[in-house]
């Protein structure tokens, strides 16, 4: 998945306490009846105190295959990063360096400074009754962001809010069927009163967010006619519904470089899950959501919102950071139901364990006593031995094994981040390196730091052509996901730099034994081949990164048939 708005949004959101959740009245719902009343989704919307509203899997969704479209929904806002701002169209999205020419004239508004992009006049005109109430303002969004200490997309999603809110007021309020299904099946985009009935909490912004929340509102509305001047406590339900519900956009092109987020108030209600059972990519402002693997009628489905190869309390402690809730999904209790849950969740253990330390020489892995009623991050919680039954405390192996490793980590993951050029790979490389070695005296070696190891020193490596080393570093790190995770995007990614790597062993050895040559010729073909049938189900057929795909399949499937 791309990176998280939490990030982007901590400093000025700051902590969400949490306290429960607004429960929208069924009756009132109007994402469950517009569900409802059309047959084309495959899914209903459910409510529990539980879980709130969620999506369940009707009977026509059961024996679909993987890749099946579950919905496509267009942005309510979407918003650039501020690194991207200058590089997409701010309406459609389209890169401007990867478009042909023919079809990107750019066009700057002038009556923000330059601040908005538009790839032509048509998108421009498109915009213009919400761009307008807040062109401005625009002006003054980097100004605001450094005056308030907070990011300068939270500026631009205020604005945007603030232009939506005030074209349904120009418009006396949306039509009753706004929030309906367009022309194209099953091509959904939301209106205000969908977006109001998003997930807010009730819990109160810590005193310093509220502060800051409100003089950034204070700064805004000053700047604003009157007629559509929103209170100031809108802002903080706005601040909570993005901080709640946000995606994360990536470059249509670039299935991994983030282009911005945008709030989706039907997508929203796919709730999280470690062992998720469908998918979401974006095209342009678009999120389109498809089935991972096989449902059972009823199943609540359910997407990922954070790492999935994270050991147990890193995933939740980072899902009670950004979405404030504290997370029990079959794979965090070891609850699988069906034998594919249960080849994947067989595989946590080793994810998350430490080796045990309270009887010597005990081959056996520590582990969580009570994972249904644990607590997050209690230091007092037990842990048992798998071998010798002996326990200890979640503290004792916090201080004793975790915190110096992940310490290390995040040291070299700091260098790693300034980049590979100017001969830091080397130094790089070695403080990998140097944290492998002393996490495998500690850790089982599927453990969720050590498969961190992996990547970078993959980079390092290639940056430093060593090739036999990137090799068999990036043949663990598939076979290490391959065991853990299920068959979407991230995996698909492993398997094409193993691939990459079997290609550079086979050029940049000479001597190589033909049979050997073989053999490296035919693993590339056949990860390019998973990597592609992954690509196809995520994706889609006609991604550009599945057409990427297949095209570095199609090239290595000619190789391997001249060997």
């Given at each position: 998945m791309s990176l998280s708005l939490i990030h982007l949004l901590r400093a000025a959101l700051g902590q969400v306490l949490q306290s429960g959740a607004q429960r929208t009245n069924t009756l009132a719902d109007v994402l469950t009846s517009r569900v409802a009343a059309s047959p084309e989704f495959l899914f209903q919307i459910n409510h529990t105190a539980a879980l709130g509203r969620h999506a369940i899997a009707t009977h026509a969704l059961v024996g679909k295959p993987p890749g099946t479209i579950l919905l496509r929904e267009t942005s309510y806002i979407w918003i650039p990063t501020d690194l991207c701002s200058e590089f997409v169209c701010h309406s459609c999205a389209l890169d401007f360096a990867a478009a042909h020419p023919s079809l990107s004239r750019r066009v700057d508004c002038e009556g923000c400074n330059g601040q908005t992009h538009y790839c032509s006049a048509k998108c421009r005109d498109e915009q213009a009754l919400l761009h307008q109430p807040i062109c401005a303002i625009l002006r003054d969004a980097p100004l605001l962001a450094a005056r308030h200490h907070c990011p300068p997309d939270l500026v631009r999603a205020f604005l945007a809010l603030v232009a939506k809110r005030a074209a349904s007021l120009q418009q006396n309020m949306e039509p009753p069927d706004r929030e309906a299904l367009h022309s194209a099946p099953l091509t959904f985009e939301a209106g205000p009163e969908a977006f109001s009935q998003m997930l807010v909490h009730t819990g109160a912004l810590n005193s310093e967010s509220r502060r800051s929340l409100r003089a950034l509102a204070s700064s805004i509305c000053d700047r604003l006619p009157e007629e559509i001047r929103p209170p100031l406590d809108l802002f903080l339900r706005w601040a909570s519904q993005i901080n709640s519900n946000s995606h994360g956009l990536n470059h249509t092109n670039a299935a991994n470089e983030s282009m911005g987020f945008g709030l989706f108030p039907l997508c929203s209600i796919f709730n999280h899950s470690c062992l998720p059972n469908c998918t979401y990519t974006n095209e342009g402002p678009q999120l389109v959501f498809r089935l991972l693997r096989s449902v059972r009628e009823g199943e609540e489905l359910c997407v990922n919102y954070t790492e999935l190869y994270a050991t147990r309390d890193e995933r939740r402690a980072e899902l009670h950071a950004t979405k404030s809730f504290e997370c029990r999904c079959r794979r965090c209790t070891l609850s699988?139901?069906?034998?594919?849950?249960?080849?994947?969740?067989?595989?946590?253990?080793?994810?998350?364990?430490?080796?045990?330390?309270?009887?010597?020489?005990?081959?056996g892995l520590l582990h969580p006593c009570?994972?249904?009623?644990?607590?997050?991050?209690?230091?007092?919680?037990?842990?048992?031995?798998?071998?010798?039954?002996?326990?200890?405390?979640?503290?004792?192996?916090?201080?004793?094994?975790?915190?110096?490793?992940?310490?290390?980590?995040?040291?070299?993951?700091?260098?790693?981040?300034?980049?590979?050029?100017?001969?830091?790979?080397?130094?790089?490389?070695?403080?990998?390196?140097?944290?492998?070695?002393?996490?495998?005296?500690?850790?089982?070696?599927?453990?969720?730091?050590?498969?961190?190891?992996y990547l970078p020193l993959i980079n390092c490596c290639s940056v430093l052509k060593d090739y036999p080393a990137k090799e068999t570093y990036a043949r663990t790190l598939v076979e290490m996901a391959t065991a853990t995770l299920p068959d979407y995007p991230p995996l698909a990614n492993y398997l094409e730099a193993f691939a990459q790597s079997l290609n550079e062993r086979i050029k940049t050895t000479p001597n190589m034994p033909r049979e050997t040559r073989s053999k490296y010729a035919t693993e590339a073909s056949e990860a390019l081949q998973r990597s592609l049938s992954i690509c196809q189900v995520c994706y889609g057929l006609n991604h550009p990164k599945t057409l990427q795909t297949r095209d570095k399949l199609r090239r290595a499937e000619v190789v391997a048939k001249s060997r």
């Amino acid at each position: 998945m791309s990176l998280s708005l939490i990030h982007l949004l901590r400093a000025a959101l700051g902590q969400v306490l949490q306290s429960g959740a607004q429960r929208t009245n069924t009756l009132a719902d109007v994402l469950t009846s517009r569900v409802a009343a059309s047959p084309e989704f495959l899914f209903q919307i459910n409510h529990t105190a539980a879980l709130g509203r969620h999506a369940i899997a009707t009977h026509a969704l059961v024996g679909k295959p993987p890749g099946t479209i579950l919905l496509r929904e267009t942005s309510y806002i979407w918003i650039p990063t501020d690194l991207c701002s200058e590089f997409v169209c701010h309406s459609c999205a389209l890169d401007f360096a990867a478009a042909h020419p023919s079809l990107s004239r750019r066009v700057d508004c002038e009556g923000c400074n330059g601040q908005t992009h538009y790839c032509s006049a048509k998108c421009r005109d498109e915009q213009a009754l919400l761009h307008q109430p807040i062109c401005a303002i625009l002006r003054d969004a980097p100004l605001l962001a450094a005056r308030h200490h907070c990011p300068p997309d939270l500026v631009r999603a205020f604005l945007a809010l603030v232009a939506k809110r005030a074209a349904s007021l120009q418009q006396n309020m949306e039509p009753p069927d706004r929030e309906a299904l367009h022309s194209a099946p099953l091509t959904f985009e939301a209106g205000p009163e969908a977006f109001s009935q998003m997930l807010v909490h009730t819990g109160a912004l810590n005193s310093e967010s509220r502060r800051s929340l409100r003089a950034l509102a204070s700064s805004i509305c000053d700047r604003l006619p009157e007629e559509i001047r929103p209170p100031l406590d809108l802002f903080l339900r706005w601040a909570s519904q993005i901080n709640s519900n946000s995606h994360g956009l990536n470059h249509t092109n670039a299935a991994n470089e983030s282009m911005g987020f945008g709030l989706f108030p039907l997508c929203s209600i796919f709730n999280h899950s470690c062992l998720p059972n469908c998918t979401y990519t974006n095209e342009g402002p678009q999120l389109v959501f498809r089935l991972l693997r096989s449902v059972r009628e009823g199943e609540e489905l359910c997407v990922n919102y954070t790492e999935l190869y994270a050991t147990r309390d890193e995933r939740r402690a980072e899902l009670h950071a950004t979405k404030s809730f504290e997370c029990r999904c079959r794979r965090c209790t070891l609850s699988p139901a069906s034998e594919e849950e249960a080849r994947l969740i067989s595989a946590e253990p080793l994810v998350s364990a430490v080796l045990c330390d309270q009887t010597k020489g005990c081959p056996g892995l520590l582990h969580p006593c009570d994972v249904l009623t644990d607590r997050l991050a209690d230091r007092s919680a037990k842990w048992a031995c798998s071998v010798c039954n002996a326990r200890c405390t979640y503290g004792h192996l916090i201080d004793n094994h975790l915190k110096p490793l992940q310490d290390r980590l995040q040291e070299a993951m700091l260098l790693y981040s300034r980049g590979l050029m100017g001969g830091a790979a080397t130094p790089i490389r070695a403080a990998f390196e140097s944290l492998l070695q002393s996490a495998l005296t500690r850790l089982p070696a599927s453990h969720a730091l050590v498969f961190n190891c992996y990547l970078p020193l993959i980079n390092c490596c290639s940056v430093l052509k060593d090739y036999p080393a990137k090799e068999t570093y990036a043949r663990t790190l598939v076979e290490m996901a391959t065991a853990t995770l299920p068959d979407y995007p991230p995996l698909a990614n492993y398997l094409e730099a193993f691939a990459q790597s079997l290609n550079e062993r086979i050029k940049t050895t000479p001597n190589m034994p033909r049979e050997t040559r073989s053999k490296y010729a035919t693993e590339a073909s056949e990860a390019l081949q998973r990597s592609l049938s992954i690509c196809q189900v995520c994706y889609g057929l006609n991604h550009p990164k599945t057409l990427q795909t297949r095209d570095k399949l199609r090239r290595a499937e000619v190789v391997a048939k001249s060997r």
